[in-house]
């Protein structure tokens, strides 16, 4: 391959990183109850205590690996600042327009359509939105390129490093989300059908280092008595409310559904049934033009797209990031069959696709990337922007008085969100902390310091509403009343701020 596709390939590198961070100068971040937890946890690897154990899943009794803690090392080593972490997975996730650049050529062996297939990865409204969602699946979109990479590597080029990468990408991924062993299977699948030419070194190398890959979590589970029996067996005996409700027409409409959306993503997000279909046709189409005789990106790129079907039955039927890395294929589908219209003589058609693909995406990505991670988030106003207002009226009020705090948040009572960001914000710009006047905290990772009995000035933060049943306001409230008198409301979005006086009594 010749080096004269390098200077295009960078051009693509920093447009993808330049679209990514476009609006983290703003703070236009989302920073919510994960965010904060994973900025604490990581700041504990920091100082010296290391962890094996990764956040929960949905399914209780499963955890994801602690892998993404240990890759936010780096930015939360210039201190506590959340954009800084945001600024830094941006940069994996723009980084990852070289791995699709060297599948596609390593799968068609034309630059060209591996640098249509990196742009349009670059411009991409999902994969914008991922990278710079602080959550540990955010990883999943260069881990799980990693892990198709590799493979066609293995089973097609027969590279002696291939196996390694295919083991790495498939542990590392599954350490992003637990949930992503799912693409064991057509790893599994292409094994099987490749088995005559798979050495048992090869072999070998791909299980010993997918174990190292994963190793944490295994320690993770000797630890821990292992916790993780108790969510597999849930699964597997679909206790899963949810899941025990569906019938297998609805499965079938989840699993086109939640395609749908990926595949719009990368398309025409503005349209969902646009760009599923669209998507979909080429899989079919793909798959009907493939020569049998051969080896071929057409059922490889299909396996890989289709890869969620096989954990819709178990559950997580709601949660989109389940199929974090789909995206990438959708990229590298495009990137070909684009490239392949234009060389056919089909200009005016690849021309028009090509155009309405950009166009849509980045008037998404305008549109949308402005108000943080819309795609993933429940309560859709936790913007660090706002936040950062919120506390600023807090201390403005204050004029360099003590105050108290409290606050009504998803989950419930748990106020890490606004320790966190007080201890970071707060205590850089106003060099103090208010006090804590809701419920106990007693168990949590970090706590503000209980109300002391001199304090008068009282604020009740309120987060927005999606994901807190609407009775714990009015309890909330009255609760309020039982301490303190109502001054006056303030709203930063749909961040509510009171500020209130203590009452004496």
Sequence with gaps: MSKKFLPGLVFIFLLAYLLRILFLPQYALTFGYDQARDALVTRQIIEGDLKVLGPPASTPGLYHGALYNYVLVPAYLFGKNP?????????????????????????TKKAGAGLLAAFLFAVSFEATQYANWLSNPTIGVWTVALVYFGLWSWIKEKKSWAPILTGLGLGFSIQAEVFLLYHAVP??????????KITKTETFKFLTFTFLAVSTMIVAELKFGFKSIGGILQLLSSQDSLVASKGLGDFAVLFLNQ?????AYSTYPGNIGYGGVFVLALVVISLISWDKKEISWKPFLATW????????????TSTPFLLVGIGTAVSILLGINIYNWWSSGKRILAGIVLGIIVLSNLSMILKENSHGQTVFSIQKDMLLSKQMQAIDYTYIQANGDKFSINTLTSPLWINIVWTYLYNWY??????????????????????????????KLYFLIIEPMAGIPARYLPD??????????????????????????????
């Excluded at 395609?259 to 595949?263: A, D, E, I």
Aim: proline share 1%; glycine share 8%; aromatic share 12%.
């Design 426 to 455: 707060g205590l850089s710009k106003y060099g103090y902390v208010p006090e804590f006047h809701g419920q106990d905290q007693v168990g949590q990772l970090a706590a503000l310091a209980k109300t002391s009995s001199d304090t």
């Design 305 to 316: 797209l289709l890869s969620h079907l096989t954990v819709v039955t178990v559950g997580g």
């Design 187 to 196: 790893v599994l699948v292409w094994l099987f059908a490749t088995r005559k």
């Design 83 to 107: 954009i800084n972490a945001a600024y830094w997975v941006s940069l994996l996730n723009a980084v990852t327009v070289f791995v699709i650049f060297c599948l596609t050529y390593s799968m």
């Design 259 to 263: 395609l749908g959306k990926v595949f």
């Design 476 to 505: 909330t409230i009255a609760e309020e009343e039982g301490k303190s008198k109502f001054v006056e409301e303030v709203n930063f979005g749909e961040i509510v701020v009171q500020k209130r006086e203590r009452i004496v009594k």
